[in-house]
Each structure stands twice: as C-alpha cells, then as structure tokens.
C-alpha cells in the first residue's frame, strides 16, 4: 500500500507528504537506511501531548459533573498504549512501519509500544501539518470509540477497583 492510499485509507489529507513518512519511520530503519530522511521520535513526542490534550478535552466536554480522580483514570485507560496500538491497528500503520529486518522479524509491527508510538507520531504529524482542529477532527471520533469500549468493558479500574 503507497502512503496515498494509507492516507485515504483512513480519511487523511496531508499537504506535506514527508510527515506522513516520517511518522511511519521507527528510528531502527534508519540503521539500515540512513539515508532515508527522519525517524518518527520527535513527532511521538509531540504526538504524546496532543493525544492526551485532545483526549483531555474529549473527557471535560463530555462529562461536566464527573469528578477529577475520575477523568484522570479514564484519560490514562485512553492514552496508555495499548488503546493508542489498538487505535494504530484500526489504521492498518503495523504494515506500513518502515523498520529494521531484526525489528520486523522479532514482531514489531505488531508489538504494541511500537504501535502506540507509531499512533501518536501520526498524531504529531497531522498536528504539524494542519493543526490542532484538524487532529480534533480525525482524532476525536477515534477516541470516543475507544471511550465506549473502555466504560464498558470497565477497562479503566485495575484489579483492586473491580473487586
């Protein structure tokens, strides 16, 4: 699959292409390519802060009376990264990964902080290249799905809050 069709794939429009690229690079990639442009770390990391500023407002909004202690568990059940490498899994990112043979063959493209980085230097990219509402609006129908499974499944209380 091209990084066109990736991007159409899943309802994004970037004007630089190059970002796009760049945030499906793990940086083992470039030890076998080096020259081969930019790894996704600086975009994971601006990707992690906007994920959960977005992830954040998703909660404020949506839940006016809730309580702080409670949005604070439920914004940590959104944005760990098992729920940011199931949203990148929904994208199809494991196959388009660029990564390293030794990565591949020891299951990166679907080992779930590869995944999770990958989500949220996506995230970082599309922030760059458009801007947060542009996030909001691809992002936000994402994490509102992730929300509704996380209630209901009460994937938000650890082992002593259940009991």
Known sequence: MTLQEFAARNKLRFKEMA?????????????EHPDAGKDNERLEFLGDSV??????????????D???GEMTRLRAALV??????????E?????MLRMARGEEAGGGRTRITML????????GALYVDQGLAAVRRWLLPRL??????????SLDKDARSLL
């Open 19 to 31: 970002l796009l690229q760049e945030a499906l690079t793990h940086s083992s990639y470039l030890n």
């Open 51 to 64: 994920v959960a500023y977005v992830a954040t407002l998703l909660l404020f909004e949506r839940f006016p």
């Open 66 to 68: 809730m309580r702080e």
């Open 80 to 89: 760990r990264a098992d729920s940011l490498a199931a949203l990148a899994a």
């Open 91 to 95: 994208c199809g990112m494991g196959e």
């Open 116 to 123: 999770g980085d990958a989500f949220e230097a996506l995230v």
């Open 144 to 153: 509102e799905r992730r929300l509704d499974e996380i209630q209901r499944k």
